[in-house]
Structure formats: structure tokens, C-alpha cells
């Protein structure tokens, strides 16, 4: 038997050659499911005329954002698609490409090497792209039915919005493993010289998407909010307020597309650092269990996130014993995540014991999925409404902004301490585990809890992208229905509440998930890039690199200046939103003051609200991504590849702590606004909408907006960027250095560097100006 050339080619055993077809056929199992999802939900009603016109003007607006973002970042990757290609002609293949294409030469093997590298960049960046633009359509035809659904009952509002997400999630996992195992088909053991070409692809895609959608979204939230909510007393998506429109769009170009492509990096990511560290263990071992144990793990994922999230409408149906019947929208997503989790572990340890001969490979995946699950209930605790940290939070309202968000604060701190050592303890397990095998055993286990921990990823995708799903149904209604006070309307009003508000919290865990499995992929290229660096030093007949010591002090400038950096991109991603949002605060102003706004007679200017936005956002993509490619490979011709090491290591630790952070400061403010806003009104009591409290409440959640949507999530990505970058010029660092070992100066690499240096200086100055309206 030898199921497309994988006997021959790669040495596959049938049951391994019958695997990978498997994962092929799990792949597009995936994407069906993803198209049946898209009939479901196009199938459902989409409510009155005014509902549909709302819903147009948003659908056209986040359409508009994205074609122009393509625009933007379309010759960018033109530029890196040539440098892809040229890279594998500066430094020679690896040995393993060269093996694997013995037959053909040197020179062939370059060619294959440098055109797959090419054509993998292309599919990665391609694919990111494709599930963030067609994950956002899908957001919005389903949001304008989740509100006519609503009117309805919960259970039909519920499975709308969740099946919607679902939709970008399968889209997530058919093409992420479609990817990765096609690579893998194709190239055999030299697979990591494309893949990290696959990598860099999707992960740049979305860093732009990340960036600019949450400029977007949180410039428009931000000066709806002050001026509507804060200085005019009208509710939130009041469709006399200018920005709502801007607001809407944002939800979907921020929420849904940039997170969408933000966990397909992650999801693509962890599946290239656990083939490239697994084959460098087939390459001691000469056992290719190392690379289709991961990638048949991942199918089974794809398979349990179908069972997973197909039930989630069922749990408030059903009143099962022992448990009874969900009570709402959140505790449905929980107990369908543990359906995913139960299934795959259980086949992952049959797998582990009939194929591998190895349970502990099945124990990395359960620790994988528990650090996912483990990240629900603790993301929920620090951001859920009904959870002691909000509600100190709302205590806090009582006495001003000030409190509220000093409170806010020491929430988001404490939580990310409690990710980090989440993070470390299974950490801890890969080391208990393969301590004994050796260095390369340990490092390949902490990417086989990468990969278990996005077995999931459906799932996870599902419950971010429900999010803004539900947002916008309850800004669709509210614009609406107003007015509309009779028994239905009202109780469709409570369902959409009561699901953006499991929404903020389901938004936050993914979030809290993506942030770590960020980490996870980032310290595997670490490894990754440890084991790059000593294998072109061997073929140069150079001392091999096989640690990053901290004692050397070219190191450790590196690990201070990595620590900095994230600081850095947060400080230009915030003051981007600072500077677009008091554009939007202006105009507002402006348009309240025309006649007729306030008493609902005249239709404010909308599209002008767009266009700041827009502009603010698209300002900001080349500036920031510059930054994230230049700043490694500055480091790294001027300090070489020891101190570009260190430098990553100072990303890793300084981007988790602040990305978790801002993440769940954030969330905790808006649940606490929201909480107050549940109330009943009371001016005197000081309760409910418009009271002094639900004042402080909105300050907060303004000051947590840009954390938890621009700068917190948009790290994730950037940390990855700044790794594979790392990874793909290591090789040539290592080859030409500024200054070699004789103490004299290249001066080429020496204007290289300051040509880099300028380019960042640039950039940093670039993203500091004021934006120039038309």
C-alpha cells in the first residue's frame, strides 16, 4: 500500500499512511461542516425592513474597511513573497531538505526549497485572510437574525449566533490542518524549511488584521461612549448618536475578523513548531510516530469540536439527570467544550497505547486541553459578572471613576499572574515527563501541549466570535425598536442582554486562551530557533550554540530590549485609539449640536464617523508591523544571534504578562458596566442607566476597551511575528556577522543594520503623527 506516495517517498507504515489521509479527509470533513453551517444559518429569518437597513449600512461599512485594508497590505506581501524566495538562496537548505531530494541535486533542491517556501507564505498569508474576511461576512448576515430570532425565544437567538461562529471555527481547523499536512506531504522531512514560510504568512496576515480592525472597532466604541452614554444620557447603539454605525462595524472588522485570523496563526503556528521540533526527533530516532502523532491529535480535535459544538443548543433543551439543563448561554459553550475535551482525550490515549507505544504523548495532549478548559473558569472568574472581581469592580462605581479603575487594575494584574503560573505548571508537566530523554524530548513535549490545547479550536472560535455576533444584535435591536415598549419586544430586548454579556466573557476567555497558546508556539520556535542557529554553525565549522546564557551581557541588553518591545507596540496601538477616538468625540459633539439630532427628526451623518475610523485604522498597519519585522532583525545583526535569543525571550515573558492584563482589565470594566446597567433605574438611588455610578462604569470600560480589543489581543501575533522572523533570518545572522571573530567590521551587514535601525525610527515616528482627514 502507499497512499499517495507516503510509503515510498517518506517511509510510512500503512496504519501512519492510512492516518494522514485521515487528517486530509478530517480537513475537509471540517469545511463541509463549515458550508452546512452557512445554509443553517442563511436559511433564518432577517426581521423587519428598518432591521435590514441597520444591518445593510453595517454589512456595507465593515465590507468597505476590509477591501481597503487589502489594499493597504497587499504590496507588503508582494515584497515579502520575493524575500521569501530569495531567503533559501542566501543560506544553503538543511541537510534534511537536501536528503529528502537527493535524487536531483543541489541546485534543484534549492529551487524546490525556495519556490515551496514561497508558495507555503502565499497559503498561510491566504488562508489567515480567508477566514477573517469570510468569518466576518458570515458575523454579519448572522447578527441582523440573531435579533429577529430573539423576538422569538432564546434557544433559536442562541443557536444562530453560536453556529455562526462555529462557521469560522471549522473554517479555522479544515484549513490550518490542510495546510500543515499538505506541507508535510509534499516536503517530507525537509517540511520545516516551507513551513516556517507558512507560518510567517498567516501570522503577518494577522498581525494587519489584529491591528487595524482593533483601532477600528475601539476608536468608534470609545467616542460613542463618552459622548453618548457619558455626556448626552442616551443608551448605548441610540441611533442619534453618530458613531453607532462605526461602533457595529467595528464589532465585526476588530472581534471577528482580526480574531479569526489571530487564532488561525495560532492554530497554524503550533502545528509548524510541533512538526519542525518532531522532526528533528525522527531525526535521532528515525520513529516518524513524532509527526503523524500531532497531526492525527488534530484531527481528532476537528472531529470533537463537530460533536462539541452541534450540542451546545441541545444542553438548554434537555433536562438531563445529575446536571440538570443549562441555565444560559455560557454554562451551554462550557458543557459542550467538555464534550470536545473528554472525547479527545480518550481516543488520544488509545492512540498514544496502540500506535505510539508511548502514553505519555497522550498525557501532553490531556495536559493541552486541560490548560485550554482550565482557562475557562479562570478567565470567567476574573470577567464574569457573577464573580467577586467584577463585583468589587461595581462596588467601586460608588465612589468615581477613580476607584473604578484602580479596582479594574489590580483585577487585570492579579489574573495575569494566575495565567502565567497556569502556563508554568504544565510547563512543569513536559518536564516530568520526558526530563529524562534529553532537552530536544522536552521542548518537543511543550508543542504537544500547544497542539492539544487548540484541538479545540472550533470551539474556541465559536465562543469568540458569538461575541460580537450578539453585540450587534442587540445594537440592531436597540436602533430598531425604539420606542417599543409592548411585553415582546422587551423580552427580546432581556435575551440579547443576557447573550452580549455571556459574550463579554466568552470574548475574554478566548482571548486568555489565544494569549497562552502564543506562548506555548512562541517558547516551541524558541527551541526551534536554538536548534537553526547551531545547525548552520555546524555547517560552517563554527562553535555550535546549544544554550542562551543569561550571564552574557549581549544576551542580556537582548532580554531587556525583547521586554520593551511589547510595551512599546501597546503604547502606539493605545495612542492610535486615543487619537481616533477624540477625533470621533469631536465630530459627535458636532453633529449633536445640528437641529434635530437630539429629537430624532434628523438622520445623523454616519458615514463621516466611518471615515475617521477607517483612516485611523489603515494609518497604523505599516508602522506597527514594521516595527514587530525590524526590531528582531536589528537586534540580531547588531548583537548576534545569542543576544536575538535573549531578545526573545524578553517578548515571551513581558508579552504574556501584559497581553493577559489588558485583556481581563478590560473585560472586568465592561461586565461591571454592564452589571450596573442590568439594574433598575434609580437616579436617586444612584442605580441603573444614567446614574453617577453607571457614569463611573462607562469611564472604566473606555479605559479597558482599547486594552482588551487593540493592544492586549494584537501582542499575540506580534510576539509570533517577531519569532519567525527571528527563525528565518537566523540562519543568515549566523552566516554573515557585523563583526567577526577577528574583531573586523562587515560593512555591508553594518548599513544593513542602520538602514533597519532607520526603518524602525520611521516607523515609531510614522505611528506617533496625527492622522490626515480628507
Same mark, same amino acid.
Given at each position: 500500500?502507499?497512499?499517495?506516495?507516503?510509503?515510498?517517498?517518506?517511509?510510512?507504515?500503512?496504519?501512519?499512511?492510512?492516518?494522514?489521509?485521515?487528517?486530509?479527509?478530517?480537513?475537509?470533513?471540517?469545511?463541509?461542516?463549515?458550508?452546512?453551517?452557512?445554509?443553517?444559518?442563511?436559511?433564518?429569518?432577517?426581521?423587519?425592513?428598518?432591521?435590514?437597513?441597520?444591518?445593510?449600512?453595517?454589512?456595507?461599512?465593515?465590507?468597505?474597511?476590509?477591501?481597503?485594508?487589502?489594499?493597504?497590505?497587499?504590496?507588503?506581501?508582494?515584497?515579502?513573497?520575493?524575500?521569501?524566495?530569495?531567503?533559501?538562496?542566501?543560506?544553503?537548505?538543511?541537510?534534511?531538505?537536501?536528503?529528502?531530494?537527493?535524487?536531483?541535486?543541489?541546485?534543484?533542491?534549492?529551487?524546490?526549497?525556495?519556490?515551496?517556501?514561497? /508558495?507555503?507564505?502565499?497559503?498561510?498569508?491566504?488562508?489567515?485572510?480567508?477566514?477573517?474576511?469570510?468569518?466576518?461576512?458570515?458575523?454579519?448576515?448572522?447578527?441582523?437574525?440573531?435579533?429577529?430570532?430573539?423576538?422569538?425565544?432564546?434557544?433559536?437567538?442562541?443557536?444562530?449566533?453560536?453556529?455562526?461562529?462555529?462557521?469560522?471555527?471549522?473554517?479555522?481547523?479544515?484549513?490550518?490542518?490542510?495546510?500543515?499536512?499538505? /506541507?508535510?506531504?509534499?516536503?517530507?522531512?525537509?517540511?520545516?524549511?516551507?513551513?516556517?514560510?507558512?507560518?510567517?504568512?498567516?501570522?503577518?496576515?494577522?498581525?494587519?488584521?489584529?491591528?487595524?480592525?482593533?483601532?477600528?472597532?475601539?476608536?468608534?466604541?470609545?467616542?460613542?461612549?463618552?459622548?453618548?452614554?457619558?455626556?448626552?444620557?442616551?443608551?448605548?447603539?441610540?441611533?442619534?448618536?453618530?458613531?453607532?454605525?462605526?461602533?457595529?462595524?467595528?464589532?465585526?472588522?476588530?472581534?471577528?475578523?482580526?480574531?479569526?485570523?489571530?487564532?488561525?496563526?495560532?492554530?497554524?503556528?503550533?502545528?509548524?513548531?510541533?512538526?519542525?521540533?518532531?522532526?528533528?526527533?525522527?531525526?535521532?530516532?528515525?520513529?516518524?510516530?513524532?509527526?503523524?502523532?500531532?497531526?492525527?491529535?488534530?484531527?481528532?480535535?476537528?472531529?470533537?469540536?463537530?460533536?462539541?459544538?452541534?450540542?451546545?443548543?441541545?444542553?438548554?433543551?434537555?433536562?438531563?439527570?445529575?446536571?440538570?439543563?443549562?441555565?444560559?448561554?455560557?454554562?451551554?459553550?462550557?458543557?459542550?467544550?467538555?464534550?470536545?475535551?473528554?472525547?479527545?482525550?480518550? /481516543?488520544?490515549?488509545?492512540?498514544?497505547?496502540?500506535?505510539?507505544?508511548?502514553?505519555?504523548?497522550?498525557?501532553?495532549?490531556?495536559?493541552?486541553?486541560?490548560?485550554?478548559?482550565?482557562?475557562?473558569?479562570?478567565?470567567?472568574?476574573?470577567?464574569?459578572?457573577?464573580?467577586?472581581?467584577?463585583?468589587?469592580?461595581?462596588?467601586?462605581?460608588?465612589?468615581?471613576?477613580?476607584?473604578?479603575?484602580?479596582?479594574?487594575?489590580?483585577?487585570?494584574?492579579?489574573?495575569?499572574?494566575?495565567?502565567?503560573?497556569?502556563?508554568?505548571?504544565?510547563?512543569?508537566?513536559?518536564?516530568?515527563?520526558?526530563?529524562?530523554?534529553?532537552?530536544?524530548?522536552?521542548?518537543?513535549?511543550?508543542?504537544?501541549?500547544?497542539?492539544?490545547?487548540?484541538?479545540?479550536?472550533?470551539?474556541?472560535?465559536?465562543?469568540?466570535?458569538?461575541?460580537?455576533?450578539?453585540?450587534?444584535?442587540?445594537?440592531?435591536?436597540?436602533?430598531?425598536?425604539?420606542?417599543?415598549?409592548?411585553?415582546?419586544?422587551?423580552?427580546?430586548?432581556?435575551?440579547?442582554?443576557?447573550?452580549?454579556?455571556?459574550?463579554?466573557?466568552?470574548?475574554?476567555?478566548?482571548?486568555?486562551?489565544?494569549?497562552?497558546?502564543?506562548?506555548?508556539?512562541?517558547?516551541?520556535?524558541?527551541?526551534?530557533?536554538?536548534?537553526?542557529?547551531?545547525?548552520?554553525?555546524?555547517?560552517?565549522?563554527?562553535?555550535?550554540?546549544?544554550?542562551?546564557?543569561?550571564?552574557?551581557?549581549?544576551?542580556?541588553?537582548?532580554?531587556?530590549?525583547?521586554?520593551?518591545?511589547?510595551?512599546?507596540?501597546?503604547?502606539?496601538?493605545?495612542?492610535?485609539?486615543?487619537?481616533?477616538?477624540?477625533?470621533?468625540?469631536?465630530?459627535?459633539?458636532?453633529?449633536?449640536? /445640528?437641529?434635530?439630532?437630539?429629537?430624532?427628526?434628523?438622520?445623523?451623518?454616519?458615514?463621516?464617523?466611518?471615515?475617521?475610523?477607517?483612516?485611523?485604522?489603515?494609518?497604523?498597519?505599516?508602522?506597527?508591523?514594521?516595527?514587530?519585522?525590524?526590531?528582531?532583525?536589528?537586534?540580531?545583526?547588531?548583537?548576534?544571534?545569542?543576544?536575538?535569543?535573549?531578545?526573545?525571550?524578553?517578548?515571551?515573558?513581558?508579552?504574556?504578562?501584559?497581553?493577559?492584563?489588558?485583556?481581563?482589565?478590560?473585560?472586568?470594566?465592561?461586565?461591571?458596566?454592564?452589571?450596573?446597567?442590568?439594574?433598575?433605574?434609580?437616579?436617586?438611588?444612584?442605580?441603573?442607566?444614567?446614574?453617577?455610578?453607571?457614569?463611573?462604569?462607562?469611564?472604566?470600560?473606555?479605559?479597558?476597551?482599547?486594552?482588551?480589543?487593540?493592544?492586549?489581543?494584537?501582542?499575540?501575533?506580534?510576539?509570533?511575528?517577531?519569532?519567525?522572523?527571528?527563525?528565518?533570518?537566523?540562519?543568515?545572522?549566523?552566516?554573515?556577522?557585523?563583526?567577526?571573530?577577528?574583531?573586523?567590521?562587515?560593512?555591508?551587514?553594518?548599513?544593513?543594520?542602520?538602514?533597519?535601525?532607520?526603518?524602525?525610527?520611521?516607523?515609531?515616528?510614522?505611528?506617533?503623527?496625527?492622522?490626515?482627514?480628507?
Amino acid at each position: 500500500m502507499d497512499i499517495l506516495w507516503l510509503g515510498s517517498r517518506h517511509g510510512l507504515n500503512g496504519f501512519e499512511q492510512v492516518a494522514i489521509a485521515g487528517v486530509l479527509l478530517s480537513a475537509f470533513i471540517s469545511l463541509v461542516y463549515a458550508w452546512w453551517l452557512r445554509s443553517t444559518v442563511l436559511k433564518k429569518d432577517q426581521g423587519t425592513q428598518v432591521m435590514q437597513d441597520i444591518w445593510n449600512a453595517i454589512r456595507v461599512g465593515a465590507d468597505s474597511y476590509l477591501n481597503r485594508q487589502l489594499k493597504t497590505i497587499l504590496p507588503i506581501i508582494g515584497v515579502l513573497t520575493v524575500v521569501m524566495f530569495l531567503s533559501v538562496y542566501v543560506v544553503p537548505p538543511s541537510h534534511e531538505a537536501v536528503e529528502e531530494f537527493q535524487a536531483l541535486g543541489q541546485e534543484a533542491t534549492t529551487l524546490i526549497i525556495a519556490i515551496g517556501r514561497t /508558495i507555503a507564505f502565499i497559503m498561510g498569508a491566504s488562508f489567515s485572510l480567508i477566514v477573517g474576511q469570510w468569518g466576518m461576512r458570515m458575523a454579519v448576515q448572522a447578527n441582523v437574525r440573531v435579533a429577529a430570532a430573539s423576538r422569538r425565544g432564546f434557544n433559536e437567538a442562541l443557536s444562530i449566533a453560536y453556529y455562526a461562529g462555529t462557521y469560522t471555527g471549522m473554517l479555522t481547523d479544515g484549513l490550518g490542518l490542510l495546510g500543515g499536512t499538505l /506541507i508535510f506531504v509534499a516536503f517530507g522531512k525537509a517540511a520545516p524549511d516551507a513551513l516556517l514560510g507558512f507560518g510567517f504568512g498567516g501570522t503577518l496576515l494577522a498581525l494587519f488584521m489584529r491591528v487595524g480592525g482593533g483601532i477600528y472597532t475601539k476608536a468608534a466604541d470609545v467616542g460613542a461612549d463618552l459622548v453618548g452614554k457619558v455626556e448626552k444620557d442616551i443608551p448605548e447603539d441610540d441611533p442619534r448618536n453618530a458613531a453607532v454605525v462605526a461602533d457595529l462595524v467595528g464589532d465585526n472588522v476588530g472581534d471577528c475578523a482580526g480574531m479569526a485570523a489571530d487564532i488561525f496563526e495560532s492554530y497554524e503556528v503550533t502545528i509548524v513548531s510541533g512538526l519542525i521540533l518532531g522532526l528533528s526527533l525522527v531525526a535521532i530516532t528515525g520513529d516518524l510516530k513524532w509527526i503523524v502523532f500531532p497531526l492525527i491529535i488534530r484531527a481528532v480535535g476537528v472531529i470533537s469540536s463537530i460533536i462539541g459544538t452541534f450540542t451546545v443548543p441541545i444542553w438548554s433543551k434537555i433536562d438531563l439527570p445529575f446536571i440538570g439543563r443549562a441555565h444560559d448561554a455560557e454554562e451551554a459553550m462550557f458543557r459542550s467544550y467538555e464534550v470536545s475535551s473528554i472525547f479527545t482525550v480518550a /481516543i488520544s490515549f488509545w492512540l498514544a497505547l496502540s500506535y505510539a507505544n508511548d502514553w505519555r504523548l497522550a498525557a501532553l495532549t490531556a495536559v493541552g486541553v486541560g490548560l485550554a478548559v482550565a482557562f475557562n473558569p479562570l478567565t470567567s472568574y476574573f470577567t464574569s459578572t457573577k464573580k467577586p472581581p467584577v463585583k468589587e469592580i461595581v462596588s467601586s462605581t460608588g465612589t468615581g471613576p477613580a476607584t473604578t479603575i484602580l479596582s479594574g487594575l489590580s483585577v487585570g494584574m492579579e489574573s495575569s499572574v494566575w495565567a502565567l503560573v497556569v502556563i508554568v505548571i504544565s510547563f512543569i508537566f513536559s518536564l516530568l515527563l520526558y526530563n529524562g530523554d534529553g532537552p530536544a524530548y522536552v521542548l518537543y513535549a511543550v508543542a504537544m501541549i500547544g497542539i492539544g490545547m487548540l484541538s479545540h479550536t472550533g470551539n474556541n472560535v465559536a465562543m469568540d466570535s458569538y461575541g460580537p455576533i450578539s453585540d450587534n444584535a442587540n445594537g440592531i435591536g436597540e436602533m430598531a425598536w425604539q420606542g417599543m415598549e409592548d411585553k415582546e419586544t422587551k423580552d427580546a430586548r432581556q435575551i440579547m442582554a443576557d447573550l452580549d454579556a455571556v459574550g463579554n466573557t466568552t470574548k475574554a476567555i478566548t482571548k486568555g486562551i489565544a494569549i497562552a497558546s502564543a506562548v506555548i508556539a512562541a517558547v516551541s520556535l524558541f527551541a526551534s530557533y536554538i536548534t537553526d542557529v547551531g545547525r548552520v554553525q555546524e555547517q560552517l565549522g563554527q562553535v555550535v550554540m546549544d544554550a542562551i546564557r543569561i550571564s552574557d551581557t549581549r544576551v542580556f541588553i537582548g532580554l531587556l530590549l525583547g521586554g520593551a518591545l511589547p510595551w512599546l507596540f501597546s503604547s502606539l496601538s493605545i495612542r492610535a485609539v486615543s487619537r481616533a477616538a477624540g477625533l470621533i468625540v469631536e465630530e459627535v459633539r458636532r453633529q449633536f449640536k /445640528i437641529p434635530g439630532i437630539m429629537e430624532g427628526t434628523v438622520k445623523p451623518d454616519y458615514a463621516q464617523v466611518v471615515g475617521i475610523s477607517t483612516a485611523s485604522a489603515q494609518k497604523e498597519l505599516i508602522p506597527l508591523a514594521t516595527i514587530s519585522v525590524l526590531m528582531p532583525l536589528v537586534v540580531g545583526l547588531v548583537l548576534h544571534v545569542e543576544a536575538l535569543g535573549g531578545f526573545l525571550a524578553g517578548i515571551i515573558l513581558s508579552g504574556q504578562l501584559l497581553a493577559v492584563f489588558m485583556s481581563n482589565a478590560g473585560g472586568a470594566w465592561d461586565n461591571a458596566k454592564k452589571a450596573i446597567e442590568d439594574e433598575p433605574r434609580d437616579l436617586v438611588a444612584n442605580t441603573g442607566k444614567g446614574s453617577e455610578r453607571h457614569k463611573a462604569g462607562v469611564v472604566g470600560d473606555t479605559v479597558g476597551d482599547p486594552l482588551k480589543d487593540t493592544a492586549g489581543p494584537a501582542l499575540n501575533p506580534m510576539i509570533k511575528v517577531a519569532n519567525l522572523v527571528s527563525l528565518l533570518a537566523a540562519p543568515i545572522i549566523v552566516k554573515y556577522p557585523m563583526i567577526s571573530e577577528d574583531g573586523s567590521l562587515n560593512i555591508v551587514v553594518a548599513l544593513v543594520a542602520a538602514v533597519l535601525l532607520a526603518g524602525t525610527i520611521w516607523a515609531i515616528a510614522r505611528s506617533k503623527s496625527t492622522v490626515e482627514m480628507h
